[in-house]
């Protein structure tokens, strides 16, 4: 066996912490993000919100049309970082590369500490173990022989799921009648292409090879072997000096036309780039400024 990974998710992260710290707030549809009357989106939320449609990214103001008597919420990144270090501690146990993708999200690869697939699956299950009983939370987790199928393992039976796939075939054979969109790197766009051409399912893509590379290029030659479960991405830990961009955002919560004002924010934001990529010694080749307007046009 050439790698066994490891895909693990926490399960509504923050909302879940939130409701562990607070009992009031268990069972009730909790949206942590902004708070309705301000600017902003959704970052996570409580299963009993996602019966109600809100999901992540969703408008704050969309949230609270679709759940008015939901419980509102800041977050805490503060306390959710800490517990994100708790849970690195978990993980690296298992692992001998952790690739972080969130603070409640990695990649991790258990193949030489596991030695067998066997090993590695009594792995994945002592991490949802050890998760619940020292951090009070819960995670899914999927465990795969390459990335894309191990988080789409992790997906499948959220949360608190479990799901192993062992090899390329099972992969293939679970995904093969699905939309293209459960392929890694097709997003929107590519899918809309793609449909518009008559591929659909991930079994069109396997049998329309030479459209899709005609398409696509090389995305398409990445696609077409994943659709065929290959896919020999390794994990690869986060380094703060493989960084593409540095960058930081602030949503102002009234329009403003006061230059000075702006001026000033636009200065403070420069600061704080700058002490970042200081930190890890980088400097930029090219600076972006994004300004969004009060029609949301940016
Ligand atoms: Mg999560």
New binding site residues.
């Given amino acids: 066996m050439n790698q066994i990974i490891i895909h693990v998710?926490?399960?509504?992260?923050y909302a879940s912490v939130e409701m562990r710290d607070n009992p009031a707030l268990r069972g009730k549809p909790l949206i942590i993000g902004s708070l309705p009357h301000e600017r902003g989106v959704v970052a996570?939320c409580s299963y009993a919100a996602r019966k109600f449609g809100v999901h992540s990214a969703m408008n704050i103001k969309e949230a609270y049309r679709l759940c008015p008597d939901g419980v509102y919420m800041h977050p805490n990144f503060e306390k959710y970082r800490a517990i994100s270090a708790q849970l690195h501690d978990i993980w690296n146990t298992y692992a001998t590369a952790s690739e972080y993708i969130?603070l409640?999200?990695a990649y991790l690869d258990v193949t030489k500490k596991a030695g067998t697939w066997e090993k590695a699956c009594d792995f994945a299950r002592t991490i949802k173990e050890r998760t619940r009983n020292e951090l009070g939370l819960t995670c899914s987790i999927g465990i795969a022989y390459c990335k894309s199928a191990a988080k789409i393992a992790s997906e499948e039976k959220k949360p608190d799921g479990y799901f192993e796939i062992p090899t390329a075939e099972a992969f293939v054979r679970l995904i093969e009648d699905r939309d293209i969109r459960v392929l890694y790197t097709v997003g929107e766009k590519t899918a809309e292409k793609l449909h518009s051409f008559g591929i659909h399912t991930v079994r069109d893509m396997q049998q329309r090879r030479e459209d899709v590379l005609r398409l696509l290029g090389k995305q398409g030659q990445w696609l077409t072997q994943l659709a065929f479960g290959e896919d020999d991405r390794k994990v690869s830990p986060y380094k703060p000096e493989d960084a593409k961009s540095i960058s930081r955002e602030l949503t102002f919560q009234a329009d403003t036309e006061d230059y000075g004002f702006l001026r000033d924010v636009l200065f403070l934001l420069s600061m704080s780039v700058e002490r970042r990529a200081k930190r890890v010694n980088l400097y930029g080749e090219g600076v972006t400024l994004k300004l969004t307007y009060s029609d949301m046009k940016t």
Wanted: charged share 45%; aromatic share 12%.
């Fill in positions: 998710d926490m399960d509504a992260f996570t969130a409640d999200e």
